[in-house]
């Protein structure tokens, strides 16, 4: 079993900044691709940005190209998630998640372990 852990969210005005972070514990050696998703209030859930094991491909959703970054560091088990020029419509609470296939995938089904989930709140 794998365990994700997010960390970073909070307040912030238009414009600036987070990073948020994603740690996994437990059986790690089985973690491959990772991913960011987000869900508002009375929204579905969405795809933020997704990486594969190696680091080297990302995907970004539209809304976000250009302001979100999405990283790994592998000696640290940690995902992370700058996010620059933040927008109101922004606000969400972040969830991480990872699947044990080394591909990326945008798909929310395709992911085999989840964080909790961290609060993003963006104010005008």
């Known amino acids: 079993q794998v365990q994700l852990v997010e960390s970073g969210g909070g307040l912030v005005q238009a414009g600036g900044s987070l990073r948020l972070s994603c740690t996994a514990s437990g059986r790690t050696f089985s973690t491959g691709a990772m991913g960011w998703f987000r869900r508002a209030p009375g929204r579905e859930q969405q795809v933020v940005a997704a990486?594969?094991?190696?680091?080297?491909?990302?995907r970004y959703a539209d809304s976000v190209k250009g302001r979100f970054t999405i990283s790994r560091d592998h000696t640290k088990n940690t995902v992370y998630l700058q996010m620059n020029s933040l927008q109101t419509e922004d606000s969400a609470v972040y969830y991480c998640a990872a699947r044990r296939a080394a591909t990326m995938s945008i798909q929310h089904g395709e992911y085999d372990y989840w964080g909790q989930g961290t609060q993003v709140t963006v104010s005008s």
């Open positions: 990486i594969d094991w190696s680091g080297a491909i990302s």
